[in-house]
């Protein structure tokens, strides 16, 4: 009976424990567009960043501040274009990294399962 009483007691209280309340704000077409403008804009530089493309941008003669300032006077129109593109450019270079988890937990599921014995001697 005091059990009960005192494990009810318990999740009342851990019920009441949980509840929070939230807090929103309605936000503008405006401000969200400028939002997405802004990340993708830091996505783009980001990716001019990255030492191949910046190898080729100075082999074809385009300093970083000069791409940098082109990134800035970009449309949010063109920062989109641009941005989903960068995954399907060349220097991007995720694929490889895809590949090699792939293949690896792969093996980890085979010599967990019992089928191969790769990392034992």
């Excluded at 007691?9 to 077409?29: R, Y």
């Excluded at 530089?45 to 030492?51: G, H, K, N, P, T």
């Excluded at 082109?70 to 995720?94: H, T, Y």
């Amino acid at each position: 009976m005091i059990r009960s009483m005192i494990t009810n007691v318990l999740v009342a209280l851990a019920m009441i424990a949980m509840v929070m309340p939230a807090q929103g704000q309605l936000v503008s077409t405006g401000d969200a567009l400028a939002l997405d403008a802004g990340n993708l804009a830091t996505r783009v530089e980001a990716y001019l960043l990255r030492d191949g493309v910046a190898a080729e941008l100075a082999e074809l003669g385009v300093s970083h501040e000069m791409a940098m300032a082109r990134v800035a006077d970009m449309s949010a129109a063109e920062l989109e274009q641009i941005a989903g593109r960068i995954d399907q450019m060349p220097a991007a270079g995720d694929g490889i990294i895809v590949v090699l988890g792939v293949v690896f937990l792969v093996l980890i599921i085979l010599e967990l399962v019992g089928v191969t014995n790769v990392f034992r001697r």
